[in-house]
């Protein structure tokens, strides 16, 4: 779904919630991507795309 919409937003509770992109394309000009995995069923550790975050967090 990231892969072919180009971001998506996984819900981590009933509150939170992850936003995960393909590419430096879905986040502002002042972001740097940083590589993601989230947890599934049976692997604890999948590769879902990026996060956009701010340079030094």
Do not use: F, H, I, K
């Not at 937003?9 to 995960?20: A, H, I």
């Not at 986040?27 to 604890?44: F, G, H, I, K, R």
């Not at 999948?46 to 701010?54: A, M, N």
């Amino acid at each position: 779904m990231v892969s072919s919409e180009g971001a998506a937003v996984l819900s981590t509770g009933p509150n939170t919630y992850d936003r995960y992109v393909s590419s430096q394309n879905s986040c502002q000009l002042d972001q740097v991507l940083e590589p993601a995995w989230v947890p599934t069923s049976n692997t604890a550790q999948c590769p879902v795309g990026y996060r956009c975050r701010s340079p030094g967090y």
